[in-house]
């Protein structure tokens, strides 16, 4: 039965870099999560007659949230929902199945990389029939449309059985139960040489994956055990769980620590690489050895030719401003586009969609290309797995090349976490007006060449976007200052340092660093404000 539900508005459903993120607590409130569906369905006029792709990480909340979005998706007259088996999907298959099946939107249930359970966060990404993120124009109307909302839809209905595939009917809405695994091994095969990674394994090649108990984990034993032959112990934590078991599902140096410690031991694997919750984030490592995000965008753009869908050329490459500089040689060496945008990989998309660019990353630990219109973590490890197999070449090897041939740009992220946003607001506020009065000064061995707020001009749409303060330095050192919008908690500061060398330095990146650091504190004032003197997380 057709149930239509008074409700009264939340006033905190704006969405950040990503969709809306929130802390369990607040997104299991009543009427929170219909509030917002129902919201995004007003602000595109309705979605009568049309198909949508649900799926989720498999977090707390995930199953309960399925069942209703599919009841208000019926009520409101969809067509088609294609839903991932036991309601799981990575943010990459969703990208593919609604791009495949030419669908109107899709809905990822993920808080990314942020913990999960009740103590954690909760989420939801949405994404439109071009496959990625839905646009800041968009996320805007919705939010509008959340301050006033006074009713939702929803069907009364018994709960969908989402264990067996095929097609089922809820109300008069379609529901197709698919292998989400299968459709996103399919598209992997035809990108990689499968034949010559199975012969890197059957080499004696070792790997070890860790999935954080998170979404990727039984794709990556279907695709790196079953299909490609890898040992069957190299996937680990690979069984999904409401709170990621406890652990922090963010592929980096801190959060993925039992990885990093085992890559770090004597009997360290060949290659290491672990993904976030949603599974669109990657983490690159080889024997004692890691790979910045930066680095392996770099990396993987000069070597395109070894992977078989790229081999014929690569449009062009972007990266988000807050990303080092390490992929702009390349490109300039290769002779191909090369754009900056701002963080957030909706800004991607119009590139790809113009065949401006093939290839695109973040410092954040996503890299992908224009397979789909999502980061993608398997990919880049499947990436790093192919330039392996052809080169023949270790992690460390082809990496140390890359800085031989280019140049090293240091880079590492201080987050300064859990400000008052307001004080956060401020900092960057004051930041941006004195940014002029910066220009020509010294602070300590680093002089100000420019200081700027980053502003993009989308070549597509025409749209413009700020996002982040830019301090460039005369030795073509940066530091690039933004506020996170992916926290649940207070306000995240993120501090981006790079420095370039073409000699070959000292390999403590902290330490080469260390005078940058400062620096980013006194031009920021951040001890004053905050009342931090050091980052909370290095990454
Ligand atoms: C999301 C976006 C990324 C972006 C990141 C930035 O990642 O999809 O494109 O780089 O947020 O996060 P912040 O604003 O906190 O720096 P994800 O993996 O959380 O979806």
Not at 429 to 452: H, I, W, Y
Request: glycine content about 10%; hydrophobic content about 35%.
């Amino acid at each position: 039965m057709l149930k239509t539900v008074r409700t009264t508005p939340y006033t905190d459903q704006k969405m950040g870099t990503a969709g809306l993120r929130k802390k369990s607590t607040i997104a299991t409130q009543e009427n929170y999560l219909e509030n917002f569906v129902q919201s995004i369905f007003n602000a595109v006029g309705g979605v009568k007659g049309q198909t949508f792709i649900l799926g989720g990480d498999g977090r707390y909340f995930n199953k309960t949230a399925i069942q209703k979005i599919m009841k208000m998706s019926a009520a409101n007259g969809m067509k088609k929902m294609i839903v991932g088996q036991y309601g799981l999907m990575s943010t990459p298959t969703s990208s593919r199945v609604l791009l495949k099946n030419k669908a109107d939107g899709g809905f990822v249930l993920t808080a990314s990389h942020n913990p999960g359970g009740i103590n954690g966060d909760f989420g939801i990404k949405y994404a439109v029939a071009s496959g990625g993120q839905c646009p800041t124009s968009v996320s805007d109307k919705i939010y509008e449309n959340s301050k006033n909302i006074q009713e939702y839809k929803i069907l009364e209905a018994p709960d969908v059985d989402l264990s067996c595939l095929g097609t089922q009917k809820l109300g008069d809405m379609e529901i197709e139960v698919i292998d989400p695994i299968t459709e996103y091994v399919q598209m992997m095969e035809k990108i990689f040489d499968f034949a010559a990674i199975r012969r890197l394994f059957a080499s004696g090649f070792t790997f070890i994956f860790d999935a954080m108990n998170a979404v990727t984990g039984p794709y990556a034993r279907r695709i790196f055990v079953d299909i490609l032959g890898a040992a069957p112990d190299s996937v680990v934590n690979d069984v999904p769980m409401e709170d990621f078991g406890g652990l922090h599902p963010d592929p980096n140096l801190i959060y993925a620590k039992p990885l990093v410690e085992k890559m770090y031991s004597d009997n360290a694997p060949d290659m290491g690489g672990a993904n976030d919750g949603d599974g669109d984030r990657n983490m690159i490592l080889g024997k004692k050895f890691f790979v910045t995000p930066s680095d392996s965008l770099a990396i993987l753009t000069d070597n395109y030719k070894y992977i078989p869908a790229y081999k014929n050329g690569i449009y062009g490459v972007a990266k988000s401003a807050a990303t080092s500089t390490a992929v702009s040689r390349v490109a300039k060496a290769l002779n191909i586009g090369y754009y900056e945008v701002p963080t957030g990989w909706k800004y991607f998309c119009n590139l790809m969609d113009s065949n401006r660019i093939t290839f695109c990353g973040e410092e954040s630990f996503g890299t992908g290309s224009c397979h789909i219109r999502e980061k993608d973590g398997i990919w880049a490890i499947l990436s790093w797995l192919n330039v392996i197999a052809a080169t023949g070449k270790s992690v460390e090897q082809i990496t140390r090349e890359h800085w031989q041939k280019y140049g090293r740009s240091y880079y590492m992220r201080n987050d300064y976490d859990g400000i008052d946003v307001n004080v956060a607001n401020k900092l960057m506020d004051d930041l941006e007006q004195r940014m002029p009065s910066l220009v020509g000064k010294k602070f300590g061995n680093f002089t100000v060449k420019e200081a700027n707020p980053f502003i993009y001009n989308d070549p597509v749409d025409g749209s413009s976007t700020k996002n982040g303060l830019i301090v460039y330095f005369t030795d073509n050192s940066r530091i690039v200052y933004r506020l996170s919008g992916t926290g649940t908690n207070g306000a995240t500061l993120r501090v981006y340092l790079e420095r370039y060398e073409t000699k070959q330095l000292d390999e403590d990146v902290e330490k080469m660093l260390e005078e940058l650091a400062d620096v980013s504190r006194q031009i920021g004032e951040i001890t004053e404000r905050t009342g931090k003197v050091k980052a909370d997380l290095l990454t």
